[in-house]
Structure formats: structure tokens, C-alpha cells
């Protein structure tokens, strides 16, 4: 599981629904939320937790795209499997990891310190209260 340490900047809500936008060192985040607990507000320190399997990875990324958490990332590690890879990441926000497929893999040509975009779905992220 992927953890960054982020700040809730904005929180804004609709019935039972919330968007919740996060400063992640810099990196500006969002995330889906339903029934948001009341010790999450404005100003809060986190947790933002997310799969490995939920991190798509792009290289040359330019233009727009649905995912609400794009950023950028280097390569620092490439864990080759015989179907799937474990692709390490360091961003302004901390490090990560991705598993993508092996085809994924050769058909970008990533390689070790590539610079990749990282793209994450706002509904993939989860929090964490810190004590």
C-alpha cells in the first residue's frame, strides 16, 4: 500500500458525498469521499493511501485526462516478473510503487530514472488520521 503524508486544503460536500482536495508537499491531490469522519477538516494532517495496482503510469504525457491525480515521478527501481512488474517511484510527495503489466513495461520502454507521469483515479485514494 502507497502512503503519502498530505494536508486537507478544501473540502467540499454534496449529501453524503465529499471531494476533498490535499496538499501532498506540494503535489495537489484530490479524492472521492463518502460519509467523511469529523476529525477530517480543513487544515487536517493525513495519511493518503492508495494500491500499487491503482497507479497507472504514463511517459511523455502531455494534454488532458479524467484522472484527477497526475504528477510527476522518477524510476528508481524496476522489479521485472514473468506478467507483471513493481515500478518504484520518488515524487516531490514521497515514494511509491506501481505494478503494471510486463507489456506495459516494454511497450513504454521504461527504464531506470525515466521521468513518467503518475495518474491515480480519485476514487482509489483512501485516508488515514495521523495520532
Same mark, same amino acid.
Given at each position: 500500500?502507497?502512503?503519502?503524508?498530505?494536508?486537507?486544503?478544501?473540502?467540499?460536500?454534496?449529501e453524503?458525498?465529499?471531494?476533498?482536495?490535499?496538499?501532498?508537499?506540494? &503535489? /495537489?491531490?484530490?479524492m472521492? +469521499?463518502?460519509?467523511?469522519?469529523?476529525?477530517?477538516?480543513? %487544515? $487536517?494532517?493525513?495519511?493518503?493511501?492508495?494500491?500499487?495496482?491503482?497507479?497507472?503510469?504514463?511517459k511523455?504525457?502531455?494534454?488532458?485526462?479524467?484522472?484527477?491525480?497526475?504528477?510527476?515521478?522518477?524510476?528508481?527501481? &524496476? /522489479?521485472?516478473?514473468?506478467? +507483471?512488474?513493481?515500478?518504484?517511484?520518488?515524487?516531490?510527495? %514521497? $515514494?511509491?510503487?506501481?505494478?503494471?503489466?510486463?507489456?506495459?513495461?516494454?511497450?513504454?520502454?521504461l527504464?531506470?530514472?525515466?521521468?513518467?507521469?503518475?495518474?491515480?483515479?480519485?476514487?482509489?485514494?483512501?485516508?488515514?488520521?495521523?495520532?
Open positions: 500500500m502507497n502512503r503519502l503524508s498530505a494536508v486537507i486544503s478544501s473540502i467540499v460536500r454534496h453524503s458525498l465529499c471531494l476533498l482536495e490535499l496538499d501532498a508537499s506540494g &503535489i /495537489k491531490l484530490e472521492l +469521499l463518502f460519509d467523511l469522519q469529523p476529525f477530517f477538516r480543513t %487544515g $487536517s494532517s493525513v495519511q493518503v493511501l492508495f494500491k500499487e495496482t491503482e497507479v497507472a503510469l504514463a511523455r504525457f502531455t494534454g488532458e485526462t479524467s484522472f484527477s491525480n497526475c504528477f510527476p515521478a522518477i524510476i528508481t527501481a &524496476i /522489479k521485472n516478473g514473468s506478467i +507483471l512488474a513493481e515500478i518504484s517511484l520518488q515524487s516531490k510527495a %514521497g $515514494s511509491m510503487e506501481s505494478i503494471i503489466t510486463m507489456k506495459a513495461v516494454k511497450r513504454l520502454g527504464q531506470l530514472h525515466d521521468e513518467v507521469t503518475v495518474l491515480v483515479k480519485a476514487s482509489q485514494l483512501s485516508l488515514e488520521a495521523l495520532p
